[in-house]
């Protein structure tokens, strides 16, 4: 009976014994395929423009804020004009990521939505590569505010009301992909992931599709007023061609510009008041979805630090019909080490 707990013991360790060595043999396995990537990675690439750092492990801190805005204009009825501008309160996460020989995970954390002082979300998934590349934003804003224009014609009589917090909602994808030409010189991942290296200027022109889906409506009636918009829907795809530019000035920084404008090819949008059918609105070209990026990254030692910044703008209709102007910021803070 005495020897029972020792042949349980010694099971224990030989069980824990042969599941460590399977899981060295799979660490080795992986670290073996990601070793190779990189090698062909850098066997495509101009090493005096691009470099891979030579640390395997890349960790990086992010502090992010983003703000939407919606701009409307156009007829409630034969006798009353509108013009709407509303703005969300700004979201902000927090984000942790470990890169590892080019892999990388990561989680986020929305202090507000926790805490219950707002429903705002935002969800980015970002695959920037030198060649292609793409990045996806789910948000989700229910703390738009801001005034509505009322104008009554033929009169011109102005009357203004206030939209709180809380009356309308927003749930919206944008979607960009793109195409750089000089992928072998120029790296977009530099700028914003810091799993390379840009060591000399370089510059590409970009091919890109953009899309962008959005439903924003009001949630609650108030005041009784059917003047008001109930529901706008938004779908654009557009096609398009860009530039980016990385400056280098000295070893410590890096600094990026780009533009990428699409002109929209499909366009399916509508407006729908109280006790109405949906009213289509007619497509005037240009219509546009245009991104805009910025990023300042200083480095020193095997520390980083630096911000990049994205901007969506995209414009529907036209001012003597009906228009809607819709935009995206959002701002990050980084700091990051390679081990």
């Known amino acids: ?7 349980i013991i010694a099971l224990l360790i030989c069980f824990h014994a042969q599941l460590w060595g399977r899981q060295r043999r799979f660490m080795s396995r992986a670290d073996s395929i990601l070793t190779v990537r990189l090698e062909r990675l850098t066997a495509r690439i101009d090493t005096n423009y691009i470099q891979i750092p030579d640390q395997i492990w890349t960790f990086r801190s992010l502090g992010n804020i ?21 703005n969300t309160d700004p979201r902000g996460t927090l984000t942790l990521t470990a890169n590892y020989r080019g ?23 970002l695959a920037y590569g030198n060649r292609f590349g793409a990045e996806f934003l789910i948000q989700s804003a229910s703390t738009y505010s801001g005034k509505t224009r009322l104008t009554a014609r033929p009169s011109g009589q102005v009357s203004m009301m206030d939209i709180g917090k809380g009356i309308t909602e ?23 992931t810091q799993s390379y290296l840009q060591v000399r200027p370089a510059g590409s022109l970009i091919i890109n599709a953009s899309f962008q889906h959005n439903i924003i409506e009001r949630k609650n009636a108030f005041s009784g007023d059917e003047r008001f918009m109930q529901q706008i829907s938004t779908n654009l795809l557009g096609i398009g061609a860009g530039y980016a530019y990385h400056f280098v000035p000295n070893r410590h920084w890096l600094i990026h510009i780009s533009c990428q404008p699409s002109l929209v090819i499909f366009s399916r949008n ?4 109280p006790d109405s059918q949906e009213q289509r609105l007619k497509f005037y070209f240009p219509e546009a979805i245009i991104l805009g990026q910025f990023a300042a990254i200083y480095s020193w030692d095997k520390f980083f630090a630096g911000m990049n910044t994205s901007y969506h703008y995209s414009n529907i209709g036209r001012t003597d019909d009906a228009y809607i102007n819709l935009q995206t910021t959002r701002v990050r803070l980084l700091f990051g080490v390679r081990i």
């Open 66 to 86: 983003g703000i939407s805005s919606i701009d409307a204009t156009g007829r409630a009825s034969d006798s009353l004009d509108y013009h709407t501008e509303l």
């Open 103 to 125: 892999f990388t995970v990561g989680f986020a954390l929305n202090p507000a939505k926790l805490s219950g002082r707002n429903k705002d979300m935002e969800m980015y998934i």
């Open 270 to 273: 509508g407006i729908r008041f």
């Open 170 to 192: 927003q749930r919206g994808i944008l979607a960009n992909l793109y195409y750089a030409f000089n992928y072998k010189r120029f790296s977009y991942p530099a700028a914003f």
């Open 1 to 7: 009976m005495r020897s029972r707990p020792l042949i």
